[in-house]
């Protein structure tokens, strides 16, 4: 059995180098769903819609590199706001790392298969649609409750709290 470089563990988040830092990312996906705001109470409110450049088969950005060319309102992850973005999901490794949490036993970095977060259920594939497909105007009518993704993963057997 291979020992696997538990950096995460070691090196302080905020001196991930790159390599590291992208590798945090489980490939989930919830973070590329759209969410609406309330202008009133700022409550954020969570919807099935994923960004149009989202390969939904992959759960990866098509255009990663250029994505804020494309979507200049993507938010990009950083050491100082993931503590702060409460639209990102409780199991995301950004968030967990940030809060001096562990990575969930599901992780690809724990379990050495990148293809783990979609085996435990923790992607985002076959529980969205893109926003190539709908009027964009009706994002509205595709409101889900807060724990749309975790209901569906526990449904099928994964645990988002490990």
């Given at each position: 059995?291979?020992?696997?470089?538990?950096?995460?563990?070691?090196?302080?988040?905020?001196?991930?180098?790159?390599?590291?830092?992208?590798?945090?990312?489980?490939?989930?996906?919830?973070?590329?769903?759209?969410?609406?705001?309330?202008?009133?109470?700022?409550?954020?409110?969570?919807?099935?819609?994923?960004?149009?450049?989202?390969?939904?088969?992959?759960?990866?950005?098509?255009?990663?590199?250029?994505?804020?060319?494309?979507?200049?309102?993507?938010?990009?992850?950083?050491?100082?706001?993931?503590?702060?973005?409460?639209?990102?999901?409780?199991?995301c490794g950004y968030k967990l790392?940030?809060?001096?949490?562990?990575?969930?036993?599901?992780?690809?970095?724990?379990?050495?298969?990148?293809?783990?977060?979609?085996?435990?259920?923790?992607?985002?594939?076959?529980?969205?649609?893109?926003?190539?497909?709908?009027?964009?105007?009706?994002?509205?009518?595709?409101?889900?409750?807060?724990?749309?993704?975790?209901?569906?993963?526990?449904?099928?057997?994964?645990?988002?709290?490990?």
């Amino acid at each position: 059995m291979t020992k696997v470089d538990k950096f995460w563990e070691t090196v302080p988040f905020e001196q991930l180098n790159q390599k590291q830092w992208e590798s945090i990312c489980d490939g989930c996906a919830q973070c590329c769903a759209h969410k609406l705001q309330d202008e009133d109470t700022d409550e954020i409110f969570l919807t099935n819609i994923v960004c149009e450049y989202l390969d939904t088969q992959k759960c990866q950005c098509s255009v990663y590199g250029n994505r804020h060319v494309h979507v200049p309102d993507c938010i990009k992850i950083t050491p100082q706001n993931a503590k702060q973005l409460s639209w990102i999901p409780e199991t995301c490794g950004y968030k967990l790392l940030a809060n001096g949490k562990p990575l969930p036993e599901w992780h690809p970095l724990v379990t050495g298969d990148s293809q783990s977060t979609e085996k435990a259920g923790m992607s985002i594939r076959d529980k969205v649609i893109s926003e190539a497909d709908i009027e964009i105007d009706d994002l509205e009518d595709y409101l889900v409750e807060d724990d749309y993704f975790t209901v569906l993963c526990k449904s099928i057997g994964a645990d988002s709290s490990s």
